[in-house]
């Protein structure tokens, strides 16, 4: 480090005494001294301007935009753009540097004017994601308008922000903006706070299709094949929201609404015939949510677009909806139940956020539950009343218990948590958000009640719209619509993370009512170091049969422990704990109650309750409170249950233990398998038989993969073998709901011939839902030399990652295969990071969770530690990871025993 004062003056004066001195010659008469006049002192250098500090996160507010006017010229076969954007703003405070959100933009110009005053800027780039704009003198407070020229990158299959792909040798530009993407469109201010009008303009090919939120209010030739597409301004919206699309489409007439309202599915080139159940029913579930929410559809038009390629399920774009393409397109040979209803829960969804999302819009990403919660709740409300058969109430439930898995962890994040690092942003997209958000208000509307909730949810829309609105906006609007302070309940829920266990003791003393003493802690599975002691605002209600007479009690528990006083005539014979599985919690009943329960479960219980009692005794075993045995005591009688639900809930017990069987103990558990379904799984068959029920379609695939895969099953297997060979040769010849299982058991089981016309397929077809089949199978071989050559083909460029995941999947999940996988993983982990999507990239910290083994935790912690925590939302799911591989290792050393002990009698 220099010393102070030692500038440039200072080492001129050095350099030229040091030289006079080593010219002077030893003993030589020295000259007269000779006075020069000093030179005079160098001028002081006027230090440039110091860069602007960039924000830490949130942009600052004193600059406002109202408006936004934007251009681009998009040519999907292109890798660049170019744009530029006039944003109205307002200055609220006197300032000399503009600070916008861009990223991998290049601005030519940009200029300010202000009161009649225009200033050219300063652009400069501090930090990924911002851009200062400086100017020489600060600008007066009042309007004005921001005018910017720039271009940008278009990146091939990328998934976020402008982006292109290739479908049937066509290309299409797409756009993902949420959440912070819209930045590599514009530069703009990317919040979502920021909502306002925009009125786009593209410049593209006359023979391609350009869409937008908007109608198309003006199409205009340009030279050279060029056309000018104007799209009518918006309403308010934040950038995130803004989208377009361009490509060689066919467009689809779906119908309008009674309101007047078109909607139209918009298909690549060729594909118009595989949108007919999109165009068969989106009206109908449009005109649906309308009615809910009392008023009509907020834009002037509904197009539902088909991406190839894209990162997301769906987007919910105001105007126009994205889909991944195998969500929104079926092949009318292809379709099936399970895909109507992917594409009729996912459309609810988006079409949720219309209101939910758009027309009211967070102010900040610490309330994307405000969105994604209310959405996912919204998609089972609507599609359980429109299609009941569907059973997707009984699926809430297993999807709940599913959730409390995730939210069973120490490091699990609440619903709402502060929002400071960009990493937050991306973390409150996770399942917590969507799973345990949508079970959470489901919970709350049935406590206060459905019409309640309605009405709350109505008044808070009308109170926000076209605006934003925060948690307190809502809770204050469902208060008000309750009569009653629900903040402590909200509070608990919404802002707290981990499930809630409520403890069940029946006391009957003679002479008095009886009652229910509750309890309450916080569950924690064996192994976690969670601290139980926390408490809930809890909405409980039971259910109890005395003799003759049934009935119900509710109570809000918001203490560690009370009591229940019963309406109940006489003590209790049975009780049920958490009514129609409804409440977000666990329900420990004490051990003689939980007894009487399960001999009369299949009489007394719903079969959502009955999903929901399993899943307490799984999750209790879990915990070490229940013993695993008594969980697998359970299996012989679920399994015989002539619903698929309970049915599927047996399989999941049976498939759980699989990693706890030794070898020595494998044909035990095969035979028990067997034993248990093999007689069901012949009734079925792999193919499908006339005027069979979805229930028989549904167990299908589930109920074969398990009977051939882990039961194997000879004849089963053969058939599976000999019918991937004739779907190979023939694609109708197999039922599309079994294709998966009946290509999975067959590459289990196959042989290097299998492998190589699966191989072959996978680079010969075009459509994406076949080839991701095809891929899935490959990557299931269980022949430790093709395991070797599926994982070799991740690093070759052959296919997309994005399909292409199972190659390694498959391998990390059959124990005689793991270790090879995961050493190939581990070696090129790097390289197989940098094929993927940024936003894919993080969840590799999951790639060695099978290993369920504490003692590679150190190791994968110093190797994963440098590579995912640099990444968005990184630090936290590197945390989960290695949590949930402890928990994990700590869940299956103490269950084996009990497994083995079980085992061992089949």
């Known amino acids: 480090m220099a010393a102070r004062g030692y500038g440039p003056g200072m080492r001129l004066r050095v350099a030229i005494a040091l030289a006079l001195v080593s010219c002077s010659s030893p003993g030589a008469p020295r000259p007269a001294p000779v006075v020069v006049a000093p030179p005079p002192p160098p001028a002081t250098p006027v230090a440039p301007p110091a860069a602007p500090t960039p924000p830490a996160l949130r942009l600052p507010t004193g600059v406002r935009p109202t408006a936004n006017t934007v251009e681009l010229t998009i040519d999907p076969a292109s890798e660049d753009f170019t744009g530029s954007i006039s944003t109205s703003i307002a200055v609220d405070e006197p300032t000399s540097v503009i600070w916008l959100n861009g990223d991998e933009l290049e601005l030519a110009t940009a200029t300010a004017t202000v009161g009649g005053v225009a200033q050219k800027a300063t652009i400069t780039a501090p930090k990924k994601g911002y851009l200062a704009l400086s100017f020489a003198a600060p600008l007066a407070r009042g309007t004005g308008t921001l005018a910017i020229t720039y271009r940008g990158k278009m990146h091939r299959s990328d998934g976020d922000g ?15 903006f949420e959440a912070t993407d819209a930045r590599q469109a514009f530069p703009t201010f990317d919040e979502p706070s920021f909502k306002v009008p925009w009125k786009l303009t593209l410049h593209t090919k006359q023979a391609l299709v350009a869409l937008s939120n908007t109608p198309v209010v003006a199409e205009r030739p340009e030279p050279n094949g060029m056309k000018a597409v104007e799209f009518a301004e918006t309403k308010p919206l934040p950038a995130y929201l803004v989208a377009f699309t361009v490509g060689p489409y066919d467009l689809v007439d779906a119908g309008k609404t009674k309101s007047g309202v078109p909607v139209r599915i918009v298909v690549p080139r060729g594909r118009s015939a595989d949108a007919g159940y999109a165009a068969k029913v989106t009206v109908e579930l449009l005109e649906r949510v309308e009615q809910y929410f009392g008023t009509p559809y907020p834009y002037p038009k509904l197009d539902l677009v088909a991406f190839a390629v894209f990162n997301a399920g769906a987007m919910e774009n105001p105007g126009l909806i994205t889909y991944r393409q195998n969500i929104l397109l079926t092949k009318p040979e292809e379709r099936t139940l399970g895909r109507e209803q992917r594409f009729a829960t996912v459309t ?28 996912s709740w919204m998609e089972t409300k609507i599609i359980e009343a429109w299609q009941p058969t569907w059973d997707l109430d009984i699926d809430a439930v297993s999807s709940k218990s599913g959730v409390m898995g995730r939210d069973s962890l120490d490091s699990a994040r609440a619903i709402r948590q502060p929002i400071t690092t960009a990493e937050d942003i991306d973390s409150s997209f996770d399942g917590i958000t969507y799973g345990k958000g949508e079970a959470v208000l489901a919970m709350i509307e049935r406590s206060v009640g459905p019409d309640v909730f309605q009405r709350g949810v109505r008044a808070y829309l009308a109170k926000h719209a076209w605006g934003n609105a925060t948690y307190d906006d809502f809770v204050g609007a469902m208060t008000e619509a309750a009569g009653k302070d629900l903040r402590p309940l909200f509070e608990a829920f919404v802002k707290q993370s981990g499930v809630p266990v409520v403890e069940v003791r029946l006391q009957c003393a003679k002479g008095e009512p009886a009652k229910l003493a509750l309890s309450q802690r ?42 229940l006083a019963l309406s109940a005539p006489s003590c209790p014979d049975w009780v049920v704990p958490n009514e129609g599985s409804h409440g977000y919690y666990r329900a420990q009943l004490e051990p003689a109650l939980l007894t009487k329960l399960l001999g009369r479960a299949r009489k007394v219980l719903g079969i959502g309750e009955r999903i929901g009692l399993i899943g307490d005794v799984d999750a209790l075993v879990e915990s070490g409170v229940v013993g695993k045995g008594v969980a697998l005591a359970l299996v012989a009688d679920l399994a015989k249950d002539p619903s698929r639900h309970i049915v599927d809930a047996s399989m999941g017990i049976v498939a759980g233990i699989d990693e706890m069987v030794g070898e020595q103990l494998r044909p035990n558990y095969e035979r028990f398998i067997r034993k248990l379904y093999l007689a069901r799984a012949k009734q079925l068959g792999w193919q499908s038989k006339p005027g069979e029920g979805p229930d028989a379609k549904e167990l299908r695939p589930e109920l074969l993969s398990l009977v051939a895969g882990d039961g194997k099953d000879p004849a089963l297997v053969a058939e599976a073998t000999k019918l991937a060979w004739k779907w190979l040769d023939d694609r109708k010849a197999v039922d599309p709901t079994v294709v998966g299982a009946v290509l999975g058991v067959a590459a289990r089981y196959g042989d290097q011939a299998l492998y190589d016309r699966l191989h072959a397929e996978a680079k010969k077809v075009t459509d994406r839902t076949e080839r991701g089949r095809i891929l899935s199978a490959l990557g299931g071989f269980s022949d430790p030399k093709i395991v070797v050559q599926a994982l070799a083909l991740i690093l070759t460029d052959e296919f997309d990652l994005r399909e292409a995941g199972g190659l390694s999947r498959g391998a990390m999940q059959d124990p005689r295969t793991r270790m090879i996988a995961y050493a190939f993983v581990k070696e090129h982990f790097d390289e197989i990071s940098a094929k993927l999507p940024p936003a894919y990239r993080t969840y590799m910290a999951y790639f060695a969770m099978p290993l369920c083994d504490d003692k590679y935790k150190p190791e994968l912690e110093a190797f994963l530690k440098p590579r995912i925590e640099k990444l968005d939302g990184g630090p936290r799911t590197l945390a989960q990871a290695m949590e949930g591989l402890s928990l994990c290792a700590a869940g299956r050393k103490a269950q084996a025993p009990a497994v083995e002990a079980f085992l061992k009698k089949q």
């Open 162 to 176: 402008i982006y292109t792909a290739q479908e049937g040798g066509d290309w299409y530009a797409y756009t993902q």
């Open 348 to 375: 609810a969804h988006e079409i949720a956020h219309q209101w939910f999302g758009d027309y009211v819009t967070l102010a900040w990403w610490d309330d994307t539950w405000l969105n994604e919660s209310f959405a």
């Open 522 to 563: 916080r569950y924690a599975p064996t192994g976690s170091k969670i601290d139980p002691n926390r408490t809930w605002t809890i909405p409980v209600c039971v259910r109890w049969g005395a003799g003759a007479k049934t009935g119900r009690d509710c109570f809000e528990l918001s203490t560690p422990a009370a009591e």
